[in-house]
């Protein structure tokens, strides 16, 4: 039986929820990605260009810093990574998550969440961003039901 991580960033709570179910219905281990310094409302306000989201979103460079990291990262087979869309992309605490683990022999599956905007185009920034991993088909996951959680993991 393969060993399933569920990996998530959520700054408003709605990615957490979706990784919590994910979890629940995979048997995955819940894993939190979490920045060192959390962000603030303003900090998400997309509206202001000097905001700290879209400061970093605006640098590609941006690696955010995260606590709490995994120790046994060698012990899972398959690695869902969960997040917000922000401009139409992974935030770059994504990014630092990735960079900060050896992803070979691994099966990684984003998933996110959106007010608006599509994975499609977070998938294919993150197969460019990381080649060399294994990535498999994203999804949107907005008010997904457990019924559709469960189908879309037997795939």
Request: some cysteine.
């Amino acid at each position: 039986m393969k060993k399933v991580l569920v990996a998530y960033f959520s700054a408003s709570g709605v990615t957490r929820g979706v990784a919590e179910r994910l979890s629940t219905i995979t048997e995955g281990t819940l894993h939190e990605i979490k920045p060192a310094q959390p962000y603030t409302d303003a900090d998400l306000d997309w509206t202001d260009k000097s905001s700290r989201s879209s400061v970093e979103m605006k640098d590609k460079k941006s690696r955010p810093a995260i606590t709490d990291k995994l120790k046994d990262l060698a012990d899972y087979d398959i690695v869902y990574v969960g997040f917000p869309i922000w401009w139409y992309t992974a935030p770059t605490i994504i990014n630092t998550f990735m960079e900060a683990y050896d992803f070979s022999g691994k099966t990684v599956i984003p998933f996110a969440t959106s007010g608006g905007s599509s994975i499609k185009k977070a998938c294919a920034d993150l197969k460019a961003a990381y080649p060399a991993v294994n990535w498999k088909e994203g999804r949107l996951l907005n008010n997904a039901s457990d019924k559709e959680l469960k189908d879309w993991v037997k795939q």
